[in-house]
């Protein structure tokens, strides 16, 4: 008889390792995703983050987080031609658009006649 219970003893005792294990897991994953709220935290915990604009992180509860765009940097999203260098007058007809930070203001015949001649 003792034989017939010792398989079942095993059964019992994987099944409550099981379980264990479960819970345990459980409640790490319950503990990081409480402990994200923004979007620093949820890249400091490792998340994957996705290459947007603005940038995203996405928790493992499917929650996801915007990094916030300072408010200076907004205005140059809604301003674009304010971020282009203005290079009028350096003898190059900037023609080509760039859309970068930093890029050429692109030049016309009426915005830089001194380097884009009239044709």
Known sequence: MKK?????FAVAV?????????VYFASVLTQTTERVNNFD?????GNPVMET????????DG???VQEIPPEDRW????????CRNLCGDGVCQEIVCMA???????????????CPRN
């Not at 017939?4 to 079942?8: K, N």
């Not at 935290?41 to 915990?45: G, I, L």
């Not at 604009?53 to 493992?60: N, S």
């Not at 050429?104 to 006649?113: D, G, I, K, L, N």
């Open 4 to 8: 017939q219970s010792m398989p079942s």
């Open 14 to 22: 994987i099944l409550l390792a099981a379980i264990l294990v479960i």
């Open 41 to 45: 935290e949820c890249a400091a915990a």
């Open 53 to 60: 604009y603005p940038v995203q992180c996405r928790a493992p």
């Open 63 to 65: 929650r996801t987080f």
């Open 76 to 83: 140059k999203l809604v301003h674009p031609a304010e971020n």
């Open 101 to 115: 930070i930093g890029c050429p203001c692109a030049e016309t015949v009426s915005s830089c006649p001194q380097d």
